[in-house]
């Protein structure tokens, strides 16, 4: 439904000005209104995505001390560690977002908060940005000396590969940056940069967290103590020649 709010001047009748705005109601019972079709009560959705963050992360968390205790080398585990990181923090995130919206009532609209959601990840990102560089330099460095200890072969060149993706990502970032007008404001008006933004900072903080769970998982494998109760040993690149 679209209005036209005319105001008439109490003391000049004949001054006049007309606001023009629309309004839909969902079935849901939900009032949205304006240009950017805001509505009422986002807070609650704010405060509902934290709490649904919150969760997901405690069962990640759970998930990776049970598949600690089997075994530290399960890649299952690693993969719960960084979504509990990863749903953690959009949980804080969004947590913070609601108090501030809930503190400020009225000052923000839906679109802005979200919008402002994606701009803290992203500038977090761009903060974790040289950090990301210089794993990506230690990478291919370690990733060299094991070529000169072994043969060339796609299972060596992994980690020049993940250093690529790193560094390319890092670069997406800065082009995303300067050929998008707006790219860093608070509200940006086009919707597609929005979108952008928001898509590019989730996957590279799902990137990060998954960065720091294989450190993290590294450390408890290094300080892991293997029991002692076998009569075999596995040696790990080696062949078995035809006599056995």
Same mark, same amino acid.
């Given at each position: 439904?679209?209005?036209?709010?005319?105001?008439?001047?109490?003391?000049?009748?004949?001054?006049?000005? /007309?606001?023009?705005?629309?309004?839909?109601?969902?079935?849901?019972?939900?009032?949205?209104?304006?240009?950017?079709?805001?509505? +009422?009560?986002?807070?609650?959705?704010?405060?509902?995505?934290?709490?649904?963050?919150?969760?997901?992360?405690?069962?990640?968390?759970?998930?990776?001390?049970?598949?600690?205790?089997?075994?530290?080398?399960?890649?299952?585990?690693?993969?719960?560690?960084?979504?509990?990181?990863?749903?953690?923090?959009?949980?804080?995130?969004?947590?913070?977002?609601?108090?501030?919206?809930?503190?400020?009532?009225?000052?923000?609209?839906?679109?802005?908060?979200? $919008? &402002?959601?994606?701009?803290?990840?992203?500038?977090?990102?761009?903060?974790?940005?040289?950090?990301?560089?210089?794993?990506?330099?230690? &990478?291919?460095?370690?990733?060299?000396?094991?070529?000169?200890?072994?043969?060339?072969?796609?299972?060596?060149?992994?980690?020049?590969?993940?250093?690529?993706?790193?560094?390319?990502?890092?670069?997406?970032?800065?082009?995303?940056?300067?050929?998008?007008? /707006?790219?860093?404001?608070?509200?940006?008006?086009?919707?597609?940069?929005?979108?952008?933004?928001?898509?590019?900072? $989730?996957?590279?903080?799902?990137?990060?967290?998954?960065?720091?769970?294989?450190?993290?998982?590294?450390?408890?494998?290094? +300080?892991? /103590?293997?029991?002692?109760?076998?009569?075999?040993?596995?040696?790990?690149?080696? $062949?078995?020649?035809?006599?056995?």
């Amino acid at each position: 439904m679209e209005l036209i709010i005319e105001c008439v001047h109490k003391e000049n009748p004949e001054l006049r000005d /007309g606001i023009y705005t629309s309004i839909m109601v969902s079935k849901n019972g939900l009032i949205f209104f304006g240009p950017d079709m805001d509505f +009422r009560g986002h807070q609650v959705v704010e405060g509902f995505l934290s709490l649904y963050f919150f969760y997901i992360s405690g069962l990640m968390f759970v998930g990776c001390r049970k598949y600690r205790q089997e075994s530290v080398f399960l890649y299952s585990g690693l993969l719960r560690l960084g979504l509990f990181g990863y749903f953690l923090v959009q949980g804080i995130l969004f947590a913070g977002l609601c108090a501030v919206d809930i503190l400020y009532s009225g000052s923000f609209g839906a679109y802005q908060v979200f $919008s &402002m959601a994606s701009l803290i990840l992203t500038v977090a990102n761009l903060a974790m940005l040289p950090l990301i560089v210089l794993f990506a330099i230690v &990478m291919s460095v370690s990733n060299i000396a094991l070529i000169r200890h072994e043969r060339v072969r796609f299972a060596n060149l992994l980690g020049f590969m993940i250093s690529a993706l790193m560094l390319f990502g890092s670069m997406g970032i800065f082009v995303l940056m300067y050929f998008s007008s /707006g790219y860093l404001t608070p509200e940006p008006k086009n919707v597609v940069v929005l979108f952008i933004r928001t898509a590019s900072s $989730s996957v590279f903080l799902y990137m990060v967290c998954m960065l720091f769970a294989t450190e993290a998982r590294l450390f408890f494998v290094a +300080r892991h /103590g293997p029991p002692f109760d076998r009569d075999f040993i596995i040696i790990l690149g080696c $062949s078995i020649r035809k006599d056995g």
